[in-house]
């Protein structure tokens, strides 16, 4: 992934965010399938029973939407600074891979900032052309990551150290 032949100057994943993990899921759709569960005997033994139908339908769109929801969050995103380059790698959640390597010394970082939302888009800007990152994180998180990506592209501007003998 990151280069052998270069330091890394700052190296980040950014992965969606998902507050719940297969544990979790397990009790929610054990709730869940129990209450519909218990709600379908009442219905049923006060002679609704076509309801049941319904709640089964009702299970099983939960479900799957919880399945999409857990797929999508095998996306990544992954940057990486080395003093001669910039580099993203997009994964989708379907495996599909998006690369693209800039030169730190013509890329600018733009935030656009909403006053009252925070930081809303991050942007490399390179030669004309723009490239949206970091679209994963939350304003606060935006904010983090791109003063240490700016810290990192300044870093790799200026060049190697250099020490005195």
Excluded at 126 to 153: C, Q
Aim: hydrophobic share 50%; glycine share 8%.
């Amino acid at each position: 992934m990151y280069s052998a032949h270069e330091p890394t100057i700052f190296a980040a994943d950014v992965t969606p965010h998902r507050s719940l993990d297969g544990a979790g899921f397990l009790a929610v759709m054990a709730v869940f399938g129990g209450a519909s569960l218990v709600l379908g005997l009442i219905f049923i033994f006060s002679g609704a029973w076509p309801i049941v139908g319904f709640l089964g339908l009702v299970v099983v769109l939960v479900y799957a939407a919880f399945a999409v929801n857990f797929r999508r969050a095998a996306a990544c995103e992954q940057v990486w600074v080395t003093p001669s380059t910039l580099n993203v790698r997009h994964i989708s959640h379907k495996g599909e891979l998006a690369e693209f390597t800039l030169d730190p010394l013509w890329v600018k970082l733009h935030r656009e900032v909403d006053p009252d939302y925070g930081t809303r888009r991050l942007v490399l800007v390179s030669r004309g052309k723009s490239h949206p990152i970091a679209h994963y994180l939350s304003p606060d998180e935006k904010d983090s990551f791109a003063d240490a990506l700016a810290a990192a592209i300044g870093e790799a501007k200026r060049g190697p150290a250099r020490t005195p003998f």
